[in-house]
């Protein structure tokens, strides 16, 4: 495992341990990829993750928009994630239970303040494609050294 991917996995840890909502919702993600600003992570979708109507819930798509967005500026090499500033996201599809999510984020700009990250919900389709279920955006203050 390269040193950014267990970076992000050592600050995953102390997150996980220190949010029960994350803990509850994300137990079973498995972050497999991270570089200088980007991470990827996988997790089928279980009935923790749906609303009343059977689909994904916002409120999990917005929890995952707060996690990606914090380890893609783990991945910078910061130690500390910062607090949340702005958040949004667009629900552009629904997924259902044990549909696979594939998750990215990206951090755009990680400045001395703030640190502006994206992050993208995909669906794997029956032929491996990719359909965007919910796209977020996320700006943390962050305190740098």
Same mark, same amino acid.
Request: proline content about 1%; charged content about 20%.
């Given at each position: 495992?390269?040193? #950014?991917?267990?970076?992000?996995?050592?600050? =995953?840890? !102390?997150?996980? *341990?220190?949010?029960?909502? $994350?803990?509850?919702?994300?137990?079973? +993600?498995?972050? $497999?990829?991270?570089?200088?600003?980007? +991470?990827?992570? !996988?997790?089928?979708?279980?009935?923790?993750?749906?609303?009343?109507?059977? *689909?994904?819930?916002?409120? @999990?798509? &917005?929890?995952?928009?707060? =996690? &990606?967005?914090? %380890?893609?500026?783990?991945?910078?090499? %910061?130690?500390?994630?910062? +607090?949340?500033?702005?958040?949004?996201?667009? $629900? %552009?599809?629904?997924?259902?239970?044990?549909? =696979?999510?594939?998750?990215?984020? !990206?951090?755009?700009? +990680?400045?001395?303040?703030?640190? @502006? *990250?994206?992050?993208?919900? %995909?669906?794997?389709?029956?032929?491996?494609?990719?359909?965007?279920?919910? !796209?977020?955006?996320?700006?943390? $203050?962050?305190?740098? #050294?």
């Amino acid at each position: 495992m390269d040193s #950014q991917l267990q970076h992000v996995h050592k600050v =995953w840890e !102390r997150m996980r *341990t220190n949010s029960p909502i $994350y803990a509850f919702l994300l137990d079973q +993600v498995e972050i $497999y990829h991270a570089e200088n600003g980007v +991470v990827r992570a !996988r997790l089928q979708v279980a009935p923790q993750h749906i609303n009343s109507k059977g *689909t994904l819930h916002g409120a @999990f798509s &917005a929890c995952v928009t707060d =996690w &990606a967005g914090g %380890l893609a500026i783990a991945s910078c090499g %910061l130690d500390s994630t910062g +607090v949340s500033a702005d958040i949004h996201v667009s $629900y %552009l599809s629904a997924a259902t239970t044990n549909d =696979w999510l594939e998750i990215e984020g !990206r951090a755009d700009k +990680v400045g001395k303040n703030l640190a @502006f *990250t994206t992050i993208s919900i %995909l669906k794997k389709g029956s032929a491996c494609e990719l359909a965007i279920v919910a !796209r977020g955006s996320h700006t943390k $203050y962050i305190k740098t #050294q």
